[in-house]
């Protein structure tokens, strides 16, 4: 199983850079991890936002396989305590498929890509911005790896 985190647009604010990639080079002791950014939509100014969407959404569905488990990161998705996201890991690695996580752009994702999804999760009912997303995701899939290893990283 590889794990991939997929985002739309690029990571350009440099502390949550940095905390991204300390989580990325953490993450590759457990698992096979790699992070890809889409490109940002060049002129996306001049368009409405469900014609960013279907563009963004374009994007992510090239970048994806027909055998990834899809998991996108979405404010209606389902909310887990970190040791239940573990557990909730441990049952997708099992399904033997490559899981990719995505983040969407600052407008969400396209009807064509939640009808690509496997499933939707959410980090909180609050809205965080989408490159602080991308370090947050990455601290808790950190987390969930460790759970998994029974390591002392999580405490409860």
Known sequence: MKVTLLCVGKTDVPWVRDGLDLYASRLVHYVPFALVELPALKNAGSLTREQVKEKEGEAVLRALKPSD?????????????????AARLESLARAGRDLVFVIGG??????????????????????????????????QLYRAFTILKGEPYHHE
């Open 106 to 139: 600052a407008y969400g994702f396209s009807d064509a890509v939640y009808a690509r999804g496997d499933g939707r999760m959410s980090l909180s009912k609050m809205t965080f911005s989408h490159q602080m997303v991308r370090t947050i995701f990455a601290e």
């Open 69 to 85: 488990c899809v998991i996108l990161l979405d404010e209606r998705g389902k909310e887990y305590r970190s040791v239940e996201f």
